[in-house]
């Protein structure tokens, strides 16, 4: 597990160790220099030619600082200062004159074509305003060139906070980042701003990271061993029970989808109960699955069929392809009423709560204190932006550009799990905030979603805190479609691709 912090975080963690610890700022300053120094030169050639171009924050003394240990080492480096000198940091006054006194090239031209390195650390995490003029100038020169750039902390331009551009960013090849990842090297459109990103050591202390609450987390590799122990003297009723209600007519497909990844991913024994014109397809395509159905025609909801499958399962899926009908309507009152043990909505499952606590009075604090006040078991809701949208009544461009806000509302104070589905996926739970790295374009495709619920269910089943399932639910889900792009191409993977490296991943770890 690893932790990614805000900018107010990153100021606290600095002062704490500068004022409190008493390192002082220029010996940081020093160390990340020369971790931005160690890692460029594992880049370059002694044949480049080197731009540090530095604003006149801390962030432009670190660059100062890692041209000057470059150029120490025989590189051909110069210096291109943005800003004026009084107006610099103490400690960049200070770097700009060492670097002057040892006879580094300080340039007062912007003709970035000479140079195929640059070392961006114009801003750094700071920033909260829009860059102009001449800044946003240098910006966009920095990314009309053909040349390696190398940012220091972030890409200037963009927020540590959100990813936000800020008017202008530097579309970077590489950032090295100090000390912490930085929310904005997560989120896009940093993440794509920030090309590949490098963390380095520069000494702060862990009594410093203790004093802030850091409650952004996201997953390694190494993390996969927190994958449900499987006992030797087991039994399918050992490994859970996956009730999943799922698939109208037309629809078996996001129940075939769901049911087997809960198997695939461990689940003793999986439960569909599905339209009756789904039975004889399910069965063909999934026949470990033990199958019940019902007549779309007639009423289900308080029937002892459909209680009795609330109280034999572990975990309890609906929603995918169940359609949007006024009898699929009462089922998911009924779930939701009678249900005793954890409940994972999903997909159309969604979209009837939203019909269900539709109020246009209602604020999003109230629909959403409604969505908690309305269940009884523990929940996870799986919205994509679309249906997060509906849930709450406002529009998705609100939620994207607000996406942490958004996550840090759905989860302040009540029971409900939020997986909240993007290209950078956030699972949300009592101010705890998941984000999920793994993945890639080509799982944009059907099925997908419902592979996720399935593989999270199993999760849920063997016995894991539902916030925990979720989280490694989507990681996991991820990985299988790394997994799958690897061997089929982004292009022309599908779900059932996702499906098959399931197993690939868990198998890894065994």
């Not at 800003?83 to 040892?102: S, V």
């Not at 689940?267 to 470990?288: F, M, W, Y």
């Not at 606590?357 to 919205?383: C, Q």
Request: proline fraction near 3%; glycine fraction near 10%; aromatic fraction near 6%.
């Amino acid at each position: 597990m690893y932790y990614a912090l805000d900018s107010n975080q990153i100021k606290e963690i600095d002062n704490y160790t500068i004022k409190s610890i008493g390192i002082p700022s220029l010996v940081l300053m020093e160390r990340a220099a020369l971790e931005v120094a160690n890692h460029i030169k594992k880049k370059i050639q002694k044949s480049d030619r080197i731009l540090a171009i530095c604003g006149n924050g801390n962030n432009g003394g670190d660059g100062i600082a890692a041209g000057r240990i470059l150029f120490l080492q025989g590189y051909q480096v110069a210096i291109l200062f943005i800003g004026k000198y009084e107006n610099a940091t103490e400690q960049t006054k200070r770097q700009l004159d060492i670097a002057k006194n040892m006879g580094i090239p300080i340039e007062n031209n912007n003709k970035l074509d000479e140079y195929n390195i640059i070392i961006d650390a114009i801003f750094g995490v700071g920033l909260s305003r829009p860059v102009t003029g001449e800044y946003a100038d240098i910006i966009e020169e920095i990314n009309r060139q053909d040349a390696s750039v190398f940012s220091v902390d972030m890409p200037s331009g963009i927020s540590a906070d959100d990813g936000r551009i800020h008017n202008v960013a530097v579309r970077a090849d590489e950032t090295i980042t100090i000390g912490f990842n930085k929310l904005g090297l997560l989120l896009y459109p940093g993440a794509e701003y920030a090309g590949d990103v490098t963390i380095v050591d520069i000494g702060y202390p862990d009594l410093a990271f203790q004093q802030v609450k850091s409650d952004t987390f996201y997953y390694g590799d190494e993390d996969l061993k927190l994958l449900p122990k499987r006992k030797q003297n087991g039994h399918k009723g050992t490994f859970g029970k996956v009730l999943v209600i799922a698939g109208s007519k037309g629809m078996s497909g996001a129940a075939y989808f769901s049911a087997k990844a809960a198997y695939k991913t461990g689940a003793g024994l999986v439960k569909i109960l599905t339209s009756s014109d789904n039975r004889q397809i399910l069965q063909t395509l999934l026949p470990e699955a033990l199958l019940a159905s019902y007549d779309e025609s007639k009423s289900i909801e308080g029937t002892d069929e459909l209680l009795e499958s609330l109280s034999w399962a572990s975990v309890i899926v609906i929603g995918p392809g169940l359609g949007q009908s006024e009898q699929t309507k009462s089922i998911l009152c009924t779930v939701i009423k009678e249900a005793k043990v954890p409940v994972i909505i999903d997909a159309d499952g969604l979209n009837l709560l939203a019909k269900i606590i539709e109020t246009d009075s209602m604020n999003v604090e109230t629909r959403i204190n409604s969505l908690a006040e309305f269940m009884k078991a523990p929940t996870i809701l799986t919205p994509h932006l679309m249906e997060l949208s509906r849930l709450l009544n406002i529009p998705v461009t609100q939620i994207k550009e607000n996406i942490i806000d958004t996550a840090k509302q759905c989860s302040y104070n009540n029971k409900l799990i939020y997986v909240i589905k993007d290209v950078r996926t956030i699972v949300t739970h009592k101010g705890n905030h998941y984000i999920n790295l793994s993945g890639n374009h080509g799982m944009a495709t059907g099925g997908s979603g419902d592979v996720l619920t399935g593989i999270i269910a199993a999760l849920v089943a063997q016995g894991m805190a539902p916030y925990d399932a979720a989280c490694l639910g989507v990681y996991l889900h991820g990985l299988a479609g790394n997994d799958a792009a690897r061997n089929k191409g982004p292009y022309s993977m599908i779900a059932s691709d996702i499906l098959t490296s399931i197993e690939n991943v868990i198998k890894s770890v065994e």
